[in-house]
Nanobody
Framework: QVQLVESGGGSVQAGGSLRLSCVAS???????ITWFRQAPGKEREGVAT????????VLADSVKGRFTIAQDNAANTVYLQMNSLKPEDTAMYYC????????????????????????WGQGTQVTVSS
């Protein structure tokens, strides 16, 4: 079992930055953690994935060069640093965890298979104004 709590969302102007945090409690084993986002009327989109056993990451093309994902193992926390924010980044952001993926399946599937993730946080809203 894993419990996830997100924080750090808010309202910013285009070009601004936010850092989202996802604190994981429960299982301390290796995890595949993905930040997903969902805007009203749109499908859930994988934004960034990290494999906590070693820190391998993958980013969606739409955020490469602007977002980074990182972990603090001591704090059981995964961060999503979002720079150069655009109005189209406006969405509810969720972190999700899976304990079964290995590094390769995490990197291959982490962004594209939200239904594979059994553990989800409650979400944090990000609003970017132009």
């Amino acid at each position: 079992q894993v419990q996830l709590v997100e924080s750090g969302g808010g309202s910013v102007q285009a070009g601004g930055s936010l850092r989202l945090s996802c604190v994981a409690s429960g299982s301390r084993g290796t995890k595949c953690i993905t930040w997903f986002r969902q805007a009203p009327g749109k499908e859930r989109e994988g934004v960034a994935t990290i494999y906590t056993g070693g820190g391998s990451t993958v980013l969606a093309d739409s955020v490469k060069g602007r977002f980074t994902i990182a972990q603090d193992n001591a704090a059981n926390t995964v961060y999503l640093q979002m720079n150069s924010l655009k109005p189209e980044d406006t969405a509810m952001y969720y972190c999700a965890a899976d304990l079964r993926f290995n590094k390769y399946t995490c990197m291959d599937w982490g962004l594209s298979r939200p239904t594979s993730f059994p553990y989800w946080g409650q979400g944090t809203q990000v609003t970017v104004s132009s």
